[in-house]
């Protein structure tokens, strides 16, 4: 039986595997940079839908309602209605309002902007404090919104760092989560989420991977299985 390699010798593959995503894919920057509390309802609403409608909910949101106060207090059914291209319109309303009465309750006004003063854990834990965020959500607005060097774990990191024998195969994306950000180099985790991403979208896909035509395939551990 191999050995498990050495969290040093993984960070070595890491790093090797993000310069040959480089190469292929060219510069890797994060899709936008906004308003944390915008940038944490577009998340929301970009839960188990495509990126093209969460932005088209999250338009007519707020072309409905310009004001987040607006949001917050309308009646439940109509922010349902604004969001209903995205999906799951009668769970993600109430979280929406869960969270902004939340963050009103706490701040007296709809702004996240005090995060940027915070530490990247004082900035995590305050928005997995809140309504119906978790690790991924949280790690999106720190990357995307605050510019800060997080991770976030969505389907295709999830599946691709398994495949890469990166995390377990049984891991969580909870789990998966904590696991990478200790895993992956410092530095490079916002880089490296945009490069999986890519991976994941143009060759790694579910359920079969497009391994011939993939950059890592002579360290992937699960490539021999489709070579």
């Not at 890519?198 to 060759?203: D, Q, S, V």
């Amino acid at each position: 039986m191999t050995s498990p390699a050495s969290p040093a010798a993984e960070r070595r593959r890491i790093r090797t595997a993000l310069g040959r995503l480089r190469k292929r894919f060219g510069e890797l920057l994060p899709p936008r940079r906004s308003d944390p509390l915008d940038e944490l309802i577009l998340t929301v609403l970009s839960q188990h839908t495509s990126d093209v409608n969460a932005e088209r909910s999250f338009e007519r949101l707020r072309a409905a309602f310009p004001r987040w106060r607006e949001v917050a207090d309308a009646a439940p059914e109509r922010i349902a209605d604004a969001i209903r291209s995205g999906g799951l319109a009668e769970t993600k309303a109430p979280r929406i309002q869960a969270i902004l009465h939340e963050i009103r309750d706490r701040r007296g006004a709809y702004d996240l902007a005090y995060l940027r003063d915070l530490s990247d854990d004082e900035a995590r834990a305050e928005l997995i404090s809140l309504p119906g965020v978790g690790p991924k959500t949280a790690a999106v607005v720190l990357s995307f919104s605050l510019d800060r060097d997080a991770m976030p774990v969505d389907t295709h990191v999830h599946r691709v760092t398994r495949r890469l024998g990166w995390i377990p195969p049984t891991a969580s994306a909870e789990r998966a989560d904590r696991l990478l950000h200790e895993l992956v180099p410092e530095g490079t985790r916002t880089e490296l989420h945009v490069a999986l991403i890519r991976l994941g979208r143009e060759i790694c896909k579910a359920p079969i991977p497009a391994c011939r035509r993939c950059p890592l395939n002579d360290i992937c551990p699960t490539a021999p299985r489709y070579l």
